[in-house]
């Protein structure tokens, strides 16, 4: 399993800055709640397939889609498979693998596996600076 977008980590914190650093990182592990750099999106072998199935945050927040399943998905924007740009294609994510999304500009950008037709999500980035929400 790989990992990346470390790159918001910092050694110059001050103790309270680093044990909330820490807290984040404890809430990132929790799929129901996703503070801090990193926001994972979990591919599911059943429903709603992506977790969550609609994730909402802010711009400039790294997203991360994660397989934890014993077989290959995609998170292919619409846009690939439809008229329109290709904003992201993981292509083939393998069982364990991950995919990091480019950095998209404020927009709802619905997605699918290319696998799994059935599997179906939505991400919206928001202008806002506003914690990352799973609320419709
Ligand atoms: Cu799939």
Same mark, same amino acid.
């Given at each position: ?12 914190? *001050? /103790?309270?800055?680093?044990?909330? /650093? ?5 809430? $990132? ?10 926001? #994972? ?19 400039? #927040?790294?997203?991360?889609?994660? @397989?934890?399943?014993?077989?290959? *998905? ?5 846009? =690939?498979?439809?008229?329109?740009? =290709? ?8 069982? @364990?693998? #991950?995919?990091?999304?480019?950095? $998209? ?6 997605? *699918? =596996?290319?696998? *799994?037709?059935?599997?179906?999500? $939505? /991400? ?10 799973? @609320?419709?």
């Amino acid at each position: 399993m790989s990992r990346s977008s470390k790159s918001g980590m910092k050694r110059d914190f *001050h /103790l309270p800055g680093l044990v909330a /650093l820490i807290f984040g990182f404890s809430l $990132l592990m929790s799929p129901a709640q996703a503070y801090g750099p990193l926001f #994972t999106i979990v591919m599911e072998g059943e429903a709603p397939y992506f977790f969550p199935v609609h994730a909402k945050v802010p711009t400039g #927040t790294p997203i991360q889609w994660k @397989n934890p399943t014993a077989t290959y *998905h995609t998170a292919t924007y619409d846009g =690939c498979v439809a008229e329109g740009p =290709c904003l992201f294609d993981s292509g083939s994510v393998e069982p @364990n693998g #991950t995919y990091s999304a480019p950095s $998209l500009p404020p927009g709802r950008y619905p997605y *699918h =596996c290319q696998v *799994h037709p059935i599997m179906r999500g $939505l /991400l919206t980035v928001t202008e806002s600076t506003a914690s990352p929400s799973t @609320n419709l």
